[in-house]
């Protein structure tokens, strides 16, 4: 029996999203989709046999054909659309962030309490992918010892006009903020953001590149430099320096080309082709969990602290102090033994 998904924004990565449901993974299909732009909503189904076209998505989420629910509208919108399938009692997989504030992801937090049982994963996909997981195998392993430090940089080739400094940290450091918390299997616990020589690429205003430095409550520094105008192409990068040795994120899979004078590999052109295995990997685990009556993956706490985190970010990057990162205390729905 197929899952059946509704879909709520279907701009670029919804898209991609109905590609992976409908092409690439298993066990479930699209049966609705929505979109503020109704005539793209309608351009998108004509290419999906048997989905309905909603008006809005309160009505999609109310559709008694639709089990489960994907949210992949702009981020100021998430809020309301997660609310609602808590309250409808329907899985629901969000794209980051969760929400845009620290309250709007409070008033999510309580409501899945409330609610008593976990219905929110957050699509943080870094999680999923082959190279940061084979790094954290290695640091949470201790065969070389206790992490001291990470070093991390988050290249983009190049972002749209409407891209802020601000959204350099909200929008892409987003991830490294998450990517930290679950390498470290530990909390923030404060933030620093650097604004150095600014690149000439960048547009008036912008600061870029960023150098964000997050503080983990267990002591572990974390050094992300966050350039949103690199050109050359999508380079992530990751090393993290421990006691008794080093453990490097190794590059995207791929051929290594050695030829006279040259050692050559590709360089991703973008976010979608370094980590289209990882997203796929996180949409199976989802349909998978969801299917079994759960769900799996980063929760609605991880969406709340890199929110918190981020918030923070940018009041720091506004001071340029070190800002200590508040957290709320955990509800009990999301401690590790209650399997979260
Ligand atoms: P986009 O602008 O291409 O698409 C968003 C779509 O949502 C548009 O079609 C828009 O019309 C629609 N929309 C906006 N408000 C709506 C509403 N209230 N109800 C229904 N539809 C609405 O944006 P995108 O790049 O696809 O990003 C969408 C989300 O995915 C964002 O939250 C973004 O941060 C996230 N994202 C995540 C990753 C990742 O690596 N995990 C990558 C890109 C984007
Ligand atoms: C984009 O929204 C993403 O989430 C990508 O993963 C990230 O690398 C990029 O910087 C963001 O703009």
Request: aromatic share 6%; glycine share 10%.
């Amino acid at each position: 029996m197929s899952l059946n998904v509704g879909v709520i924004g279907v701009g670029m990565i919804g898209q991609d999203h109905i590609r992976r449901l409908t092409h690439v993974l298993s066990g479930a299909r699209v049966a609705a989709v929505t979109d503020v732009d109704l005539d793209r909503a309608r351009a998108v189904a004509d290419d999906l046999p048997g989905v309905t076209v909603h008006g809005s998505g309160e009505d999609l989420i109310a559709d008694p054909a639709v089990d489960a629910v994907v949210v992949t509208s702009w981020g100021p919108t998430h809020e309301a659309y997660v609310l609602a399938c808590i309250a409808a009692g329907k899985q629901v997989f969000c794209e980051k962030p969760l929400a845009t504030t620290r309250e709007a992801c409070d008033r999510i937090v309580d409501a899945e309490v409330a609610a008593g049982r976990r219905l929110v994963m957050v699509g943080f996909m870094r999680r999923y992918d082959p190279q940061y997981r084979a790094m954290k195998e290695i640091v949470t392993s201790g065969e070389i010892g206790a992490p001291l430090l990470m070093h991390a940089a988050h290249r983009n080739p190049s972002v749209p006009d409407f891209f802020t400094s601000d959204m350099t940290i909200n929008d892409s450091t987003v991830h490294d903020i998450d990517v930290a918390r679950w390498m470290f299997d530990d909390e923030l616990a404060a933030v620093t953001v650097l604004k150095g020589r600014v690149s000439r690429k960048a547009k008036a205003g912008f600061h870029d590149p960023l150098l964000v430095v997050l503080q983990m409550a267990g002591g572990v520094l974390v050094d992300v430099e966050a350039m949103v105008n690199a050109g050359f192409g999508y380079d992530i990068r990751g090393e993290v320096v421990c006691e008794d040795g080093t453990v490097e994120l190794s590059e995207s899979a791929g051929a290594v080309v050695k030829s006279a004078g040259r050692y050559a590999g590709r360089v991703p052109a973008n976010w979608r082709e370094r980590f289209v295995g990882a997203f796929d990997t996180e949409f199976q685990a989802w349909i998978d969990a969801v299917t079994a009556g759960g769900t799996t993956g980063p929760s609605a706490w991880d969406g709340y602290a890199t929110t918190v985190g981020c918030e923070t970010g940018l009041a720091a990057l506004r001071s340029g102090q070190r800002e200590p990162i508040v957290l709320r205390e955990r509800p009990d729905l999301y401690k590790p033994e209650a399997g979260a």
